[in-house]
């Protein structure tokens, strides 16, 4: 059959194909969703702030003082303490849950 001859889909089809086309997309967002990992901890004191910082030096998150948990890609992050004292950690977000305790003081 040549182009010429098509005729046009029905709207049945339309909407077969559109739900395929979402049922794909929602297992690659399952998919990336899975790859991101939970990095679980404290930043203390209680007036501390913390940015978190990608490889790339791009802001991901900020913290407050207190217990956090985030879902981070994995891969090497830092935590850079803005107050009360500047202090910088790096970490890795592993294949599994990490724990990290970050002190300001």
């Known amino acids: ?29 399952l998919a990336a969703a899975a790859r991101a990992d939970i990095v679980q901890g404290t930043v203390s004191p209680a007036d501390a702030k913390v940015v978190v910082k990608n490889a790339a030096g791009e802001k991901v998150n900020e913290l407050g003082g207190g217990p956090f948990q985030l879902r981070l890609p994995a891969g090497k992050f830092t935590a850079e303490c803005t107050a009360p004292k500047q ?13 990290l305790n970050i002190n300001c003081a």
């Open 1 to 29: 059959m040549n182009a010429t001859n098509r005729s046009p889909a029905s709207p049945s089809r339309v909407r077969a194909r559109v739900s395929s086309i979402a049922l794909l997309l929602g297992a690659f967002a």
């Open 87 to 99: 202090k910088t950690t790096t970490f890795f977000s592993l294949a599994q849950p990490t724990t």
